[in-house]
């Protein structure tokens, strides 16, 4: 199990009380790994690091829309 599936395994357990096969886990890794790359490459074009901690949480409320 790679470094990424351990993480998602250990978050999928401990914060969700959620078990899954390491192949489902697999799965669940590289679609985080998707999701994680579009959210900061389109924060990474709206926000800049002296922002305010709230304006991440805006921002991706605004896209949510």
Do not use: C, W
């Not at 002296?50 to 949510?64: G, I, T, V």
Request: proline share 2%; aromatic share 4%.
């Amino acid at each position: 199990m790679d470094e990424k599936t351990r993480l998602v395994a250990g978050i999928a357990r401990h914060l969700q009380g959620l078990g899954y096969d390491e192949k489902r886990l697999a799965e669940i890794a590289a679609e985080v790994d998707i999701l994680n790359g579009a959210v900061r490459k389109a924060a990474a074009a709206r926000l800049t690091f002296d922002d305010e901690p709230a304006a991440f949480a805006s921002l991706m409320a605004r896209e949510a829309k």
